[in-house]
C-alpha cells in the first residue's frame, strides 16, 4: 500500500532535494542584478506629492558625479502650474580617505549640467556634520540638514553642489520636502 506523504514531508523534499537543483549560481546572480536594478530606479523614482506634500529623494554614487571631489544633485523638476516652497533638505554623503569638506548648498539650475556647475543663487548652506567612522574605519559619513523657506519657480530644477577634498567621494544622497503652491501669473 503506497503512504500518502503530508505536506511537511513535500516541502521538505522540494525545498531539500529540487530546490539546489533549479537555483543554480547563474540565476541566484540573475536576481541580484534584478532586484538591485529595482531598487536603484524606485531609490531615483518620481517625487512622491500628496496633495500639497511634496519629497523627492535622489541618490547617486560616484560614478554619475563630475569627478571624485565636486557633485552635483538635480532633483526632480517642478511641475507645470506650480512653485514648490521647499522647507527642508537633508543630505548623506560617504567618503573613502579622509575629507576636508565644505558646505553643501542648494540652488537651481535650468538643465542638468554638463560639467562642474554650482547652479544659481538663492543658495541654502547646509554644514556637513561628521559622524563616527564605521567598522574598519575607510568610509567617513557625513550628514546635513538644514530648515529653509526656498521658492523654486515651476520647470526649476533643485540642485545641491557639495566639494571635498583630500577624499574621494563614494556615494551621495539627498531629500528635500516642501510644499507646492500655486504659481501666481
Same mark, same amino acid.
Given at each position: 500500500?503506497?503512504? &500518502?506523504?503530508?505536506? &511537511?514531508?513535500?516541502?521538505?523534499?522540494?525545498?531539500?532535494?529540487?530546490?539546489?537543483?533549479?537555483? /543554480?549560481?547563474?540565476?541566484?546572480? @540573475?536576481?541580484?542584478?534584478l532586484v538591485m536594478a529595482v531598487l536603484v530606479g524606485a531609490a531615483n523614482a518620481a517625487p512622491v506629492i500628496v496633495g500639497e506634500h511634496y519629497e523627492d529623494y535622489k541618490n547617486i554614487l560616484n560614478s554619475d558625479c563630475f569627478n571624485t571631489t565636486?557633485?552635483? =544633485?538635480?532633483? $526632480?523638476?517642478?511641475?507645470?502650474?506650480?512653485?514648490?516652497?521647499?522647507?527642508? =533638505? @537633508?543630505?548623506?554623503?560617504?567618503?573613502?580617505?579622509?575629507?576636508?569638506?565644505?558646505?553643501?548648498?542648494?540652488?537651481?539650475?535650468?538643465?542638468?549640467?554638463?560639467?562642474i556647475d554650482e547652479g544659481k543663487p538663492p543658495y541654502t548652506f547646509l554644514i556637513p556634520v561628521a559622524l563616527p567612522p564605521g567598522a574598519?574605519? /575607510? $568610509?567617513?559619513l557625513y550628514v546635513a540638514n538644514a530648515q529653509t523657506n526656498q521658492i523654486f519657480k515651476a520647470h526649476e530644477l533643485p540642485y545641491i553642489f557639495h566639494f571635498v577634498s583630500g577624499a574621494t567621494l563614494a556615494n551621495f544622497s539627498c $531629500?528635500?520636502?516642501g510644499t507646492l503652491i500655486p504659481q501666481v501669473s
Amino acid at each position: 500500500m503506497r503512504r &500518502r506523504l503530508g505536506e &511537511r514531508e513535500l516541502l521538505g523534499s522540494f525545498w531539500g532535494d529540487i530546490m539546489p537543483k533549479i537555483m /543554480t549560481r547563474k540565476l541566484l546572480q @540573475s536576481i541580484a542584478v534584478l532586484v538591485m536594478a529595482v531598487l536603484v530606479g524606485a531609490a531615483n523614482a518620481a517625487p512622491v506629492i500628496v496633495g500639497e506634500h511634496y519629497e523627492d529623494y535622489k541618490n547617486i554614487l560616484n560614478s554619475d558625479c563630475f569627478n571624485t571631489t565636486t557633485c552635483g =544633485i538635480v532633483m $526632480t523638476r517642478v511641475p507645470e502650474g506650480k512653485n514648490l516652497l521647499v522647507t527642508d =533638505i @537633508s543630505c548623506l554623503v560617504y567618503y573613502i580617505g579622509t575629507p576636508a569638506v565644505g558646505p553643501f548648498h542648494l540652488g537651481r539650475v535650468a538643465h542638468k549640467p554638463v560639467e562642474i556647475d554650482e547652479g544659481k543663487p538663492p543658495y541654502t548652506f547646509l554644514i556637513p556634520v561628521a559622524l563616527p567612522p564605521g567598522a574598519g574605519g /575607510t $568610509t567617513k559619513l557625513y550628514v546635513a540638514n538644514a530648515q529653509t523657506n526656498q521658492i523654486f519657480k515651476a520647470h526649476e530644477l533643485p540642485y545641491i553642489f557639495h566639494f571635498v577634498s583630500g577624499a574621494t567621494l563614494a556615494n551621495f544622497s539627498c $531629500t528635500i520636502l516642501g510644499t507646492l503652491i500655486p504659481q501666481v501669473s
